[in-house]
T-cell receptor, first 111, second 109 residues
Framework: DAGITQSPRYKITETGRQVTLMCHQT?????MFWYRQDLGHGLRLIYY???????DKGEVPDGYVVSRSKTENFPLTLESATRSQTSVYFC??????????FGQGTRLTVV | QKEVEQNSGPLSVPEGAIASLNCTYS??????FFWYRQYSGKSPELIMS????GDKEDGRFTAQLNKASQYVSLLIRDSQPSDSATYLC?????????FGTGTSLTVIP
């Protein structure tokens, strides 16, 4: 299927566990982004990537790790999940200076 | 840190009225501006983009950009109950996409 897909859609994990959220896009867009969305905060940029093997921090990177070995994949890892990381996570991709396209989101609950 | 500010709302308008949503941004080098609509539990979807000063109209939606004032707005004419959603202003500067906190709009039948 063309587009951008995230998995899983829902995840419950325990405090201290490592969890990886997956993001896959089929357009070969150069730029990819990870956001978290919390009530009252809107969408906050966690990490972004300009191309394979190029990543950079956004506004709220602490506690997260990303990698981008292939253009189409941009996984986000929570190394040791905390309750404050309970959120909805959105992946997005961007071609040039145009709009960003979003995945369906992953609702993560850390208990 | 680049900032995008929106009037927090919530905003309620009667059906058929004009809804006005506002956004200011802090980064003068920002080049592209977008309005996204997000229904509860869904991902954001693009409704308008604007790149140059002035107005851009698309159906019932009009985006207005004033780069000197660092201001972008969205007008929704003939508001419908289906327009009830959260509207996010986004700014693309240096290929980083920054969003405002969103304005919740309710259109009352």
């Amino acid at each position: 299927d063309a587009g951008i897909t995230q998995s899983p859609r829902y995840k419950i994990t325990e405090t201290g566990r490592q969890v990886t959220l997956m993001c896959h896009q089929t357009w070969s867009h150069s730029y990819m982004f990870w956001y978290r969305q919390d009530l009252g905060h809107g969408l906050r940029l966690i990490y972004y990537s300009a191309a394979a093997d190029i990543t950079d921090k956004g506004e709220v990177p602490d506690g997260y790790v990303v990698s981008r070995s292939k253009t189409e994949n941009f996984p986000l890892t929570l190394e040791s999940a905390t309750r404050s990381q309970t959120s909805v996570y959105f992946c997005a991709s961007l071609a040039g200076n145009t709009e960003a396209f979003f995945g369906q989101g992953t609702r993560l609950t850390v208990v | 840190q680049k900032e995008v500010e929106q009037n927090s709302g919530p905003l309620s308008v009667p059906e058929g009225a004009i809804a006005s949503l506002n956004c200011t941004y802090s980064d003068r080098v920002s080049q592209s501006f977008f309005w996204y609509r997000q229904y509860s539990g869904k991902s954001p979807e693009l409704i308008m983009s604007i790149y140059s000063n002035g107005d851009k109209e698309d159906g019932r939606f009009t985006a207005q950009l004033n780069k000197a004032s660092q201001y972008v707005s969205l007008l929704i004419r003939d508001s419908q109950p289906s327009d009830s959603a959260t509207y996010l202003c986004a700014v693309n500067g240096g290929n980083q996409f920054y969003f405002g906190t969103g304005t919740s709009l309710t259109v009352i039948p």
